[in-house]
């Protein structure tokens, strides 16, 4: 039964089947009983499928009917389970009538999770317009609208405000439910709580923010810090200060600011502006700064202390910036004072003139940076002219003959040149940093004698103090000069001045001495002569008049002896070269010793047979022999031999005195040949002289071209010896004939007393 009512046209072909079998028999039959027949067995028939339809049927409906139930309890129990996942899910599942959600039909359990209101308070009307957050309460009321006019889903996020008045962050899924024909059948909502994204999201946008700000931040220390960087290389590339600063201002308007100014106040004096540099474009305000200092950056220098405008913690005052930059109409301005080591140096100034761009502390900490950076450079800078100065100073003090010493206020040494080492025999290393008067002996003494000069006078006399050194005792003239970093002395080494002052006087005095003694014993052989009342005979007249004339040879010695050493210091002595024979010379000189030899003095000449011509003045070798036989007379007064000899050395001849009397001490040998120098009388018995004889031979010898020095004679006595060229024709005399000739025996003198 079922098929056919499944199947409409398989019912219409089995009617039409069934009514022509039951019509055909009867158009066929004609009798009418067997029509009467069939039509009750039709009937018959037609009850029993009846029965069996009806049967069928009932059947048909029982089974319906229990499918039914199955399937309302089905649903029963699909609803209790769609409620149950309704209620297990994290969100608000509310179903109101269309249109109207002040009508509510059912809301989940969850809603008094999120707002604290029950199911049943809910469902009160105009309790969810009340909940809406003022803020979001225009915009989700329309947009609620503008959906149920458009027929669309309605999705949304915003907040609702619970019953404890906590606000709770929700959003909003809301359709409306149709039937199979589209019909509207209640309007549903699945409320979520979003507080946690919501806050997670806030957190999220905080710290983007916070990370935009960090790196905004990083960004503008990096490009500060590339600033810092940039300074510190154009501050080492260059000792030009004045280029240096100027490129550094430069650097500072590409982004720090709109005018940068550097005023400078070099050793001490007024300030002065160094350098002025502008941003490219120019900021809002025109005009430019003044050429030289306003008296706002004076009066930052003088003080010392950094001035902001507006000042730190201010927004809007900006009262005094028309007092910086000149006619620079400037909206916030920094002004440092430039210090290094104490000293006050000049002032940065940078300047603003966009409105909105104020400088705030940070700004305040970079520009004190550049600012101590700007002060290094052009302390550097100084410096480095001044050791440039000072190691000119220094090496023209390096080689200067006189001694120099610095010391500070402090009374410490601070610089002690290479002359003050040689003159006091005081190393550098162990006086520089000590007080003066630990490490100088005497020197308290020394400065309170030497007076103090506020200049340099060349006329400014010198004071001579002695200072006691490792090699003895010294005499330095000094001087001093006052500064306001300390003292200057200057001192030279004047011991062989005084000497020779003191030689001076010894001489003047010896001098004086030996001329009174002959002049004393002419006047007194004269005045003897010429005396009426005493009669001489003709042996003792002849024995004055010869005491005259030796006085007066005498006398003529010491003066020539004067004259002489005069011309040598004068340099006005012509010398006249020949070859002569040496042998002849002292044998010469000895003849004439010989006739005025005191008794017991004895005289011999020692010489080869033969002896090379000698290249020299002739008369200037026989003083110098007179000299040395005569000194070696005068200094034997216990008498002796005194021998004279002359022989070839190589290129040179030889001459030689020597004698057995009195010596020489080994520490007197290397001054006796200096002027006026003469050995202690007391060791010398008081013999006389002027203490110039030995000078000159010196002087002589030397300026012919040879040496002398003095040996000791065994244990007795002195030797004194010189050297001269001999000529060149002997010279190639002697290169030709054999070393055997050349080295036979010398010629013995028989001595003589």
């Known amino acids: ?108 359990p969850q809603v008094e999770a999120i707002l604290g209101y029950s199911p049943a308070e809910w469902s009160e009307p105009g309790l969810f317009l009340k909940s809406l957050h003022p803020d979001d309460r225009e915009r989700v009321v329309a947009r609620i609208e503008e959906a149920a006019e458009n027929q669309v889903p309605f999705e949304n996020e915003y907040r609702l405000i619970g019953r404890g008045g906590d606000v709770a962050w929700v959003r909003d899924l809301a359709t409306t439910v149709r039937n199979a024909l589209g019909e509207p059948l209640y309007g549903r909502s699945f409320v979520i709580d979003i507080g946690d994204r919501k806050r997670i999201d806030e957190e999220r946008d905080r710290l983007l923010a916070a990370e935009r700000a960090a790196v905004a931040s990083t960004l503008e220390r990096q490009r500060r810090l590339d600033l810092v960087r940039e300074v510190a290389e154009v501050a080492s590339w260059s000792l030009d200060s004045r280029d240096t ?204 004698q030497v007076p103090a000069s506020t200049s340099v006078d060349p006329a400014q006399s010198e004071v001579v103090v002695p200072i006691e050194t490792e090699d003895g005792e010294r005499w330095l003239a000094i001087s001093a000069v006052q500064f306001f970093g300390g003292m200057v002395y200057a001192f030279r080494d004047v011991t062989e001045v005084r000497h020779l002052e003191e030689l001076k006087a010894d001489f003047i005095a010896t001098a004086s001495h030996e001329l009174r003694t002959p002049l004393a014993a002419v006047y007194g052989a004269a005045q003897t002569l010429l005396r009426h009342d005493f009669a001489l005979d003709e042996g003792g007249r002849d024995r004055f008049v010869s005491m005259i004339a030796e006085e007066s040879e005498r006398l003529g010695r010491i003066v020539n002896e004067i004259l002489l050493a005069n011309q040598l210091e004068a340099g006005r002595l012509d010398l006249e070269f020949e070859p002569f024979d040496a042998v002849e010379l002292v044998e010469r000189v000895v003849e004439a010793t010989r006739t005025h030899a005191p008794q017991g003095i004895s005289l011999e000449v020692n010489a080869p047979d033969h002896v090379p011509l000698v290249s ?22 216990d008498g002796g031999s005194v021998a ?110």
Request: net charge neutral; hydrophobic share 45%; proline share 5%.
């Open 1 to 108: 039964m079922s098929s056919f009512r499944s199947h409409p046209r398989l019912a219409a072909v089995a009617g039409l089947v069934f009514g022509a079998v039951v019509t055909v028999p009867f158009v066929v039959l004609t009798d009418q009983i067997e029509r009467v027949v069939l039509a009750a067995l039709i009937a018959l028939l037609a009850a029993l499928a009846a029965g069996l339809w009806a049967k069928r049927s009932r059947l048909v409906n029982e089974q319906r009917l229990v499918e039914r139930r199955e399937i309302l309890k089905q649903a029963e129990g699909a609803e209790r389970n769609y409620g149950a996942l309704l209620e297990s899910l994290p969100l608000v599942t509310w179903l109101y009538e269309t249109g109207d959600r002040n009508a509510t039909r059912y809301v989940s």
């Open 245 to 448: 600063i100027q490129r550094i201002a430069e650097l500072v308007v590409q982004d720090l600011a709109d005018w940068c100014v550097v005023d400078i106040s070099d050793d001490g004096g007024s300030l002065q502006r160094l350098a002025v540099a502008r941003a490219e474009p120019p900021g809002d305000a025109g005009g430019a700064p003044d050429e030289q200092p306003e008296q706002a950056v004076r009066a930052v220098f003088e003080s010392g202390k950094p001035r902001v405008i507006p000042p730190l913690g201010e927004s809007s005052n900006r009262e005094g910036a028309e007092s910086f930059l000149g006619r620079v109409e400037a909206q916030s301005v920094v002004c440092v004072p430039l210090s290094v080591r104490n000293q006050r140096l000049g002032a940065i100034t940078v300047a603003r003139t966009s409105r909105g761009h104020r400088y705030g502390a940070d700004d305040l900490a970079l520009v004190e940076d550049l600012a101590g950076r700007i002060a290094i450079a052009f302390d550097r800078a100084r410096l480095y002219l001044e050791v440039e100065q000072r190691a000119d100073a220094a090496r023209v003090l390096a080689h200067v003959a006189d001694g120099t010493l610095l010391l500070d206020r402090s009374g410490i040494v601070r610089l002690w040149n290479p002359a003050a080492e040689r003159i006091t025999a005081i190393r550098a290393a162990d006086i520089v940093g000590r007080a003066a008067v630990e490490a100088i002996p005497g020197w308290r003494e020394i400065a309170d």
């Open 616 to 637: 020299a003045d002739r008369d200037k070798v026989r003083q110098v022999l007179i000299n040395l036989v005569e000194n070696a007379i005068k200094y034997s007064p």
């Open 644 to 753: 004279v000899g002359v022989d070839v050395r190589g290129e040179y001849a030889r001459f030689s005195v020597r004698d057995e009397g009195l010596g020489i001490p080994p520490e007197e040998r290397p001054r006796i040949f200096e002027k006026f120098y003469r050995v202690d009388p007391q060791m010398t018995r008081s013999a006389g002289g002027t203490g110039l004889g030995l000078y000159i031979c010196n002087e002589l010898v030397s300026r012919m071209g040879g040496r002398i020095w003095v040996e000791a004679n065994d244990d007795k006595g002195s030797s004194f010896l010189f050297e001269l060229p001999i000529s060149d024709a002997s010279v190639q005399r002697l290169s030709a004939e054999p070393a055997e000739r050349r080295g036979q025996g010398s010629l013995a003198r028989t001595p003589s007393r």
